[in-house]
């Protein structure tokens, strides 16, 4: 069982920039693929980054190329999403989540685990 709590979002303006974190419980965080989705309101949810178990393969949706980066710190059970550039159309609610196997990591299949998210409002 893997727990996965979200933080760091906020209200931004557009232009600027926030980091969210998504620290998980357990000891077999290493195990995991890790990835961040995002829902804003009346939309489907959608795939933002993703990241191996090691952190040496990451993968971004091509509406956040160049303007996120996703890490990770398998000491710390945590990872991470580094927003630049934000948009109003960024506004939306942050999820991460948790894949033990597969590699699809654009589908939200793929994934065991999900955390309760964490809201980003970016203010124009």
């Known amino acids: 069982q893997v727990q996965l709590v979200e933080s760091g979002g906020g209200l931004v303006q557009a232009g600027g920039s926030l980091r969210l974190s998504c620290a998980a419980s357990g000891r077999t965080f290493s195990l995991y693929a890790m990835g961040w989705f995002r829902q804003a309101r009346g939309k489907e949810r959608e795939f933002v980054a993703a990241?191996?178990?090691?952190?040496?393969?990451?993968v971004y949706a091509d509406s956040m190329k160049g303007r996120s980066t996703i890490s990770r710190d398998n000491a710390k059970n945590t990872v991470y999403l580094q927003m630049k550039s934000l948009q109003p159309e960024d506004t939306a609610a942050y999820y991460c989540?948790?894949?033990?196997?597969?590699?699809?990591?654009?589908?939200?299949?793929?994934?065991?685990?999900w955390g309760q998210g964490t809201q980003v409002t970016v203010s124009s």
């Open positions: 989540a948790a894949a033990k196997y597969g590699s699809n990591w654009i589908r939200e299949d793929v994934y065991d685990y």
């Open positions: 990241i191996s178990w090691s952190g040496g393969d990451t």
